[in-house]
């Protein structure tokens, strides 16, 4: 069963940059498109960057300043996020970015704020 670790977040000011790291367990992140994702309080959990062997894609709020890579070899995929806004504050987690899995990891909180 895929497990997920999601690290990196924290307590930032507008304008700041953060880089999260995913840890998942398995050979899954070089075989699926996998995929960032962050929730905030009473709303559905959003899709915010997504990789594959080909290409990435950005929901529009994000595009120009997030950064998905991965290293294959590692089992490692991350977020670089930079000109952070208030919008951004979320818990994000990672996932398959098409039918993502029911186990999701306990996330990891980014709090844009001055």
């Known amino acids: 069963q895929v497990q997920f670790v999601e690290s990196g977040g924290g307590l930032v000011q507008p304008g700041e940059s953060l880089r999260l790291s995913c840890a998942a367990s398995?050979?899954?992140?070089?075989?699926?498109?996998m995929g960032w994702y962050r929730q905030v309080p009473g709303k559905q959990r959003e899709l915010v960057a997504s990789?594959?062997?080909?290409?990435?894609n950005y929901v529009d709020s994000v595009k120009g300043r997030f950064t998905i890579s991965r290293d294959n070899a590692k089992n490692m995929m991350y977020l670089q996020m930079n000109n952070l806004k208030p919008d951004d504050t979320a818990v994000y987690y990672c996932?398959?970015?098409?039918?993502?899995?029911?186990?999701w990891g306990q996330g990891t909180q980014v709090t844009v704020s001055s």
């Open positions: 996932n398959r970015a098409v039918n993502p899995w029911n186990t």
């Open positions: 398995g050979n899954y992140l070089r075989v699926y498109s």
């Open positions: 990789i594959n062997s080909l290409s990435t």
